[in-house]
């Protein structure tokens, strides 16, 4: 089955580009009928969408992040990637790669994140 | 912004009984919602899509209710297994993805 796994260093100075990347195995992330996308979860907290990018390369993004994040695709690598700038100790959680799967289909598509990482924890400080 | 609450945001239940857990929408979203489960330490599974659908290999005591801005997941018979902390999450015309703030489901 299809197997998600998060990469990428565990420590980020402020102000630096945090950059991690999620290696899909079983499967293939040109599928026509998924998104793959990051979302991530501060320690004790509930988790926030981060955005998601389609093998076409079109993104969509969480209006709150968007000027920080850049979600990119290698299908030559079947990997998927995450860059968000500037970060501060607001941005340490543990973050997830998820594929986004589209059910129904026509004018009643439901979406889920049915796969998921284990996630990976990334800690701001200097 | 579509704003997600979820309440209550802790829910003390015994083994056996039924737990219903609420999720409201700020304005109406259909049945674009979800339902997630997590436990400490894990990533989340999904649960429901559609409102109402349950994801592969979902025990069929989870179901969900609901369309417009009120959603309910009802789990029908709490198993040692289930208690967690559970997430609705909605997605708008835009496939913007919103998460509720959660309820934990603990042991009475």
């Known amino acids: 089955q299809v197997q998600l796994q998060e990469s990428g260093p565990g420590l980020v100075k402020p102000s630096e580009t945090l950059s991690l990347t999620c290696t899909v195995s079983g499967g293939s992330v040109s599928s026509g009928n998924y998104y793959w996308s990051w979302i991530r979860q501060p320690p004790g907290k509930g988790l926030e969408w981060i955005g998601y990018?389609?093998?076409?390369?079109?993104?969509n993004y969480n209006p709150s992040l968007k000027s920080r994040v850049t979600i990119s695709v290698d299908t030559s690598k079947n990997q998927f990637s995450l860059k968000l700038s500037s970060v501060t100790a607001a941005d340490t959680a543990v973050y997830f790669c998820?594929?986004?799967?589209?059910?129904?289909?026509?004018?009643?598509?439901?979406?889920?994140?049915?796969?998921w990482g284990q996630g990976t924890t990334v800690t701001v400080s200097s | 912004e579509i704003v997600m609450t979820q309440s209550p945001a802790t829910l003390s239940v015994s083994p056996g009984e039924r737990a219903t857990l609420s999720c409201r929408a700020s304005?109406?979203?259909?049945?674009?919602l979800a339902w997630y489960q997590q436990k400490p330490g894990q990533a989340p599974r999904l649960l429901i899509y559609?409102?109402?659908t349950r994801a592969t290999g979902i025990p069929a005591r989870f179901s969900g209710s609901g369309s417009g801005t009120e959603f309910t997941l009802t789990i029908s018979s709490l198993q040692s297994e289930d208690f967690a902390v559970y997430y609705c999450?909605?997605?708008?015309?835009?496939?913007?993805?919103?998460f509720g703030p959660g309820t934990k489901v603990d042991i009475k």
């Open positions: 304005q109406s979203i259909s049945s674009n």
């Open positions: 998820a594929r986004v799967t589209r059910y129904g289909s026509g004018s009643s598509n439901y979406y889920g994140m049915d796969v």
């Open positions: 990018i389609y093998y076409s390369g079109s993104t």
């Open positions: 999450q909605q997605y708008n015309n835009w496939l913007l993805f919103t």
């Open positions: 559609g409102a109402s």
